[in-house]
Structure formats: C-alpha cells, structure tokens
C-alpha cells in the first residue's frame, strides 16, 4: 500500500471512518466506508477527504432537489389556496436555483481537487 493510501486511510478512520474487512473486489485493496459511501482509494481514485466530502454534498444537494421537485408537483396537484400554491411554488423555485448554484460550485471544485 502506497504511503499516501496509508494516510488517507488513518485520516479517513479519525474523522469516524471504518475499515471494512472485506477486500475490493477490483484490485484486493482496502475498502472504507464513510460518512456512509463505501469506496477504494485506489479504483475511485481517491487523494484526498475532502474530494469524499465534496461528491458526499453533491448527492445529498442532488436527493433535496428531488424532494423538492415532488413537492412542487404535490402543490400542483392539491386543493389548496391559489394564492397559498403560489407563494409555495415561488419559495420552492428559489431554493432550487440556490441549490444549482451551489452544485455548480462543488463540480467546479471537484473538478479542482
């Protein structure tokens, strides 16, 4: 195991990381799982924890916009206030285009690291 493999790893597992028993089924090399992503440094081409942390906020801004979206749709679909539905659609579009601009700024980074 390359040096660096070896530090990330010990990082990895004091942020709360675990060692997993089982090998990579790719190359036989250690796999970790954290923050509840399971990977191999070396097949996923892992430097460093922060590129970790980075595709870990990537999915989670990609499962809110989702939830967000069937909330649009549900607000489409109620009985409610127009004026209820509205304002509600409003907000929820808002946070969607936030939340575009903010997984914009972690590809970019991604793309950095």
Do not use: H, W
């Amino acid at each position: 195991m390359e040096k660096n493999t070896s530090k990330l790893i010990a990082e990895i597992m004091r942020k709360g990381g675990t060692l997993l028993a089982e090998p990579c089924p790719k190359c036989g090399g250690l796999l970790v799982k954290y923050k509840g992503k399971t990977f191999c440094p070396k097949c996923d081409n892992i430097t460093s924890i922060t590129q970790i942390e980075l595709s870990q906020k990537g999915n989670d801004i990609a499962v809110i916009q989702q939830q967000i979206i069937a909330k649009i749709k549900d607000l489409l679909a109620s009985k409610e206030s127009d004026l209820f539905v509205s304002k509600s659609i409003l907000y929820y579009s808002k946070t969607l285009i936030e939340l575009k601009k903010l997984g914009s700024e972690n590809n970019e980074e991604n793309s950095n690291t």
